[in-house]
């Protein structure tokens, strides 16, 4: 199971754009593609905490305080999964501190919690993105991977026409993997619309689903957040999916049954 987070455009900038991200569009049209799908709120953090503990957590993108509230590293870890996130441009591996050059840490929830970073053990699953294809190669990426470009590659700073290269260049040998092929799922997903779009909280925005089990060429209607995508990763990888405001919300079940 992987994730890839991609900031800050609204649906119609991203879908029907073939000019601007060509490669995600071909993806969108021969996998699945939510089409009603809503971030929960402005600014960034707030998504990328519901995303991983169900819970907005805080509106504060220079928020630094420990998180010890549920989470999905929990969960991981009492269903004997492994996980890793792989951010780009990290300093080092185990890294937990703040932003450095094209890295910016309230994009990576996981560098916030109580459960990685009192551990030894667990804060060496932060690792760079680098590591990504060499974990592919050998066919050992974990269970989940959580996946975050850099300021220039997540459509942040750059163009969207430079995070879909990104994503041609990166994902596309995930996609084709022969492991991935049997029974793998990639979420691309962005983490919040326009800061002038405010349907549903944070924007309506673009979220598709790749692999064997999702429904090719199927356009869901059905209205979805963060908290539904939550739920859908703790459903697919068999852990207790009680975490913050997936509990409640429905599993993503007509695009990935």
Do not use: C
Request: no cysteine; proline share 4%; aromatic share 10%.
């Amino acid at each position: 199971m992987v994730v890839v987070l991609e900031e800050n455009h609204s649906y119609p900038s991203v879908i029907g754009s073939s000019s601007q991200m060509p490669y995600l569009n071909g993806l969108a049209a021969q996998y699945g593609l939510a089409t009603q799908y809503y971030a929960d709120t402005h600014p960034s953090i707030g998504n990328y905490f519901m995303l991983t503990a169900g819970q907005i957590i805080t509106n504060d993108d220079s928020y630094s305080s420990t998180v010890s509230a549920d989470n999905i590293v929990r969960h991981l870890l009492t269903g004997g999964k492994t996980w890793k996130s792989y951010a780009e441009s990290i300093p080092s591996v185990g890294y937990t501190g703040g932003d450095s050059g094209s890295y910016v840490r309230h994009h990576n929830p996981f560098s916030y919690f109580s459960d990685v970073v009192n551990s030894s053990v667990q804060k060496m699953n932060l690792v760079p993105f680098t590591q990504f294809a060499t974990d592919l190669n050998a066919n050992q990426l974990p269970d989940f991977s959580f996946v975050i470009p850099n300021l220039d590659n997540d459509a942040h700073n750059g163009t969207l026409a430079q995070a879909d290269t990104w994503l041609n260049t990166n994902i596309a040998p995930l996609i084709a993997n022969a492991q991935f092929q049997q029974n793998g799922l990639l979420i691309i997903v962005f983490d919040e619309g326009d800061a002038s779009d405010g349907a549903h909280g944070g924007g309506h925005i673009a979220m598709v689903a790749i692999g064997p089990a999702v429904k090719h060429g199927f356009q869901s209607t059905t209205l979805y957040q963060h908290e539904n995508l939550l739920k859908t990763v703790a459903n697919y990888l068999g852990i207790d999916a009680n975490i913050g405001n997936a509990a409640g919300a429905a599993a993503m079940s007509d695009l990935i049954p």
